[in-house]
């Protein structure tokens, strides 16, 4: 490696600090956007245990169950469904579809 003048070191430690800075910046909002879809998930299984809790009650391994879906399709559709529902089975069937959890 050749000689480094001084205007390029102070370029290159620019460059560098720069880099990451972006890089910093661009992990903080991709922490920030899976802390949201979490978030998201977490009260969508919520919302569902409230709801099947209050018109048929659930055991603790439904509600288990429930929170171990990591799919918010699955939950949404799960959510749509309830409003149908004439046993928590017809809810819970949407979430134990192969292929729902993940």
Known sequence: MGFISTPE????????????????EKGIEKGIEQGITRGQLVAEQAILIRLLEHKFSLSEE???????????????RALDMFVDATDKAQVLEVLESPGQNR
């Open 9 to 24: 070191r102070i370029g290159l430690r620019r460059g560098l600090k720069e880099g990451m800075e972006r890089g910093i």
């Open 62 to 76: 439904e509600k288990a169950f429930i929170r171990s879906v990591e799919n918010t399709q699955a939950l949404e």
